[in-house]
């Protein structure tokens, strides 16, 4: 039994929002729009989700050295 089955049957579930950043089923196979969840009803782009302050922006390490400077230590976006 899953996690929210078992919680069902104890408490009672009357809503469950997922809010999954990936609506795919990791199947390990390029994804395709039958590989969606069935029951996804919104679509928001990362870079929206960015500009909505939703989601922390994504860092790219350009360098290998590993020593923090602002010059080479920044968002791609």
């Known amino acids: 039994i899953e996690g929210l089955d078992r919680i069902h049957q104890q408490?009672?579930?009357?809503r469950c929002f997922d809010l999954s950043a990936t609506?795919?089923?990791?199947t390990g196979k390029k994804n395709?729009?039958?590989a969606l969840f069935?029951?996804?009803i919104s679509d928001?782009?990362?870079y929206d989700a960015?500009?909505?302050?939703?989601?922390?922006?994504?860092?790219?390490?350009?360098?290998?050295d590993a020593l923090p400077n602002a010059k080479t230590y920044r968002s791609k976006l």
Not at 23 to 26: G, I, L, S, V, W
Not at 50 to 64: C, F
């Open 44 to 46: 928001f782009g990362l």
């Open 11 to 14: 408490r009672g579930i009357l």
């Open 32 to 34: 395709t729009e039958e």
């Open 38 to 40: 069935s029951w996804g």
């Open 23 to 26: 609506p795919f089923a990791p």
């Open 50 to 64: 960015i500009e909505a302050g939703l989601v922390k922006t994504p860092r790219v390490v350009v360098r290998d």
